[in-house]
């Protein structure tokens, strides 16, 4: 059901490591080319147009685009009461954690009479998206909306699919997480369309945004990839992965049901058991073989368990595992062995990292209070997750005096003459022209 891929006596670099390990097949390049005559016909397009793509992509014919009021308040009163109270719950959490990622202004004296301050300003507009398809995000709606809304970013839109089961509106359950953090302006639209709405805006239906965030599939990374610079986007966030470094300390059970909750996500869902230890690794093969079959999506799962993207991986040790997933940069990274805490502080690259046998990434997807839109496809190494820092600018306010300036000014002279751009020291002598 899953393949094994050994390492045992290799000492690689951290490229060639990546050479080795587990990766789905995934072409974003090719899907921009798939999808720019979707994102050119948005761009020049009316509401026709997306109500059209609806019904090509989603099989369904919005009688709008946006979501009317009646209906985000209609899925709030008829949310399930224990799903509103575990919403609520998480929600609270989420805000908690989130709230302490507040930056404060700084003021730097850099001479007497010269400072910088730095403020962290919002960006004035978002579009959040939240996937749908073969589940239902509201976790993906609590995980987006709230860093931005404590961002105090001032305009909020989301954008989901539309859904052919609820007459051409999102989920319903989706509309109500909305409702409950107080989002109005809600979109049924998915897919690279989606994110061309935001990015372009269009007359009457949606304004542009400055920045998109939020996961979906290959043709929604494709296309924040083609519309970077247009909008602002939080990363990459493609098919979910979860690799767990674990040692014969570990429960073979625990680590099964880990990798089966994340191929749960999709049939290209990456799962990767990183161990020293051969006798877990067949312990876990054979749960999954048990596990799998008796859990609902189990065709889902074992595609996603048995494609080139997932495998169990053997190591000499842990120190050469942490090498191995620090190189693998995975979106979830949890570590269970002997050392969990210590092993942990080790890792550099990670979108998450859960720490021991009771911090499970089930726990992030929804309640543990952080955040569950990250980098994937080894982005890791060079992205973080969604945070309130992701919805701020820091912005440079210089305030120099007369003194202060005329103290620098020949230093300045100095280094616009070294760079050949004489008319920036000729802008400071020009204030000697007119001194009071």
Request: with cysteine; charged share 20%.
């Amino acid at each position: 059901m899953i393949r094994t891929v050994d390492l045992r006596g290799r000492a690689l670099s951290k490229s060639h490591y990546n050479l080795e390990l587990p990766r789905a097949t995934l072409n974003v390049a090719e899907a921009m080319i798939l999808i720019q005559p979707i994102l050119d016909r948005v761009k020049n397009g009316t509401e026709a147009d997306l109500i059209a793509l609806a019904q090509e992509f989603d099989g369904v014919t919005p009688a709008r685009i946006r979501v009317p009021q009646q209906a985000l308040d209609k899925a709030l009163s008829e949310l399930a009461p224990a799903t509103r109270s575990a919403l609520e719950l998480s929600i609270s959490r989420v805000k908690k954690v989130h709230n302490d990622q507040l930056r404060s202004d700084k003021t730097t004296t850099v001479v007497d009479g010269g400072t910088v301050t730095e403020k962290w300003v919002p960006v004035d507009r978002v579009g959040l998206y939240v996937p749908g398809g073969r589940a239902v995000y509201p976790s993906s709606v609590m995980m987006n909306v709230i860093p931005a809304q404590i961002a105090k970013v001032a305009s909020i839109a989301v954008s989901s699919p539309p859904q052919k089961e609820f007459g051409g509106l999102p989920h319903p359950t989706i509309l109500a997480t909305c409702a409950l953090l107080g989002i109005t302006e809600v979109y049924a639209v998915g897919g690279a369309q989606a994110i061309a709405l935001f990015a372009y805006g269009m007359d009457g239906v949606c304004e542009k945004v400055d920045l998109v965030t939020g996961p979906g599939n290959i043709y929604v990374a494709a296309a924040k990839r083609a519309l970077r610079g247009v909008i602002g986007i939080d990363s990459e966030a493609g098919p979910t992965e979860i690799a767990i470094l674990a040692d014969s300390s570990a429960i073979a059970a625990d680590v099964a049901a880990d990798l089966i909750s994340q191929a749960e996500h999709d049939v290209i869902a990456a799962a990767v058991l990183v161990t020293d230890s051969p006798e877990l690794a067949a312990a876990v093969e054979a749960e999954l073989k048990v596990r799998v079959s008796q859990t609902k999506h189990s065709d889902r799962i074992e595609t996603a368990l048995s494609g080139v993207q997932s495998a169990i991986v053997l190591v000499d040790s842990i120190e050469q595992g942490l090498d191995v997933v620090n190189a693998y940069a995975a979106e979830h990274l949890e570590i269970q062995t002997g050392n969990a805490r210590s092993d942990a502080a080790k890792i550099r690259n990670a979108g998450a990292v859960f720490i021991g046998r009771f911090s499970p990434v089930s726990l992030g997807d929804y309640s543990a209070g952080s955040n569950h839109v990250l980098p994937t496809g080894g982005c890791a190494c060079h992205s973080s997750g969604l945070s309130v820092q992701t919805f701020l600018r820091g912005l440079h306010f210089i305030e120099y005096d007369q003194k202060a300036f005329t103290d620098i000014l020949d230093t300045v002279m100095t280094l616009a003459n070294a760079e050949d751009l004489p008319a920036h020291g000729e802008a400071m002598t020009a204030r000697l022209e007119n001194l009071l």
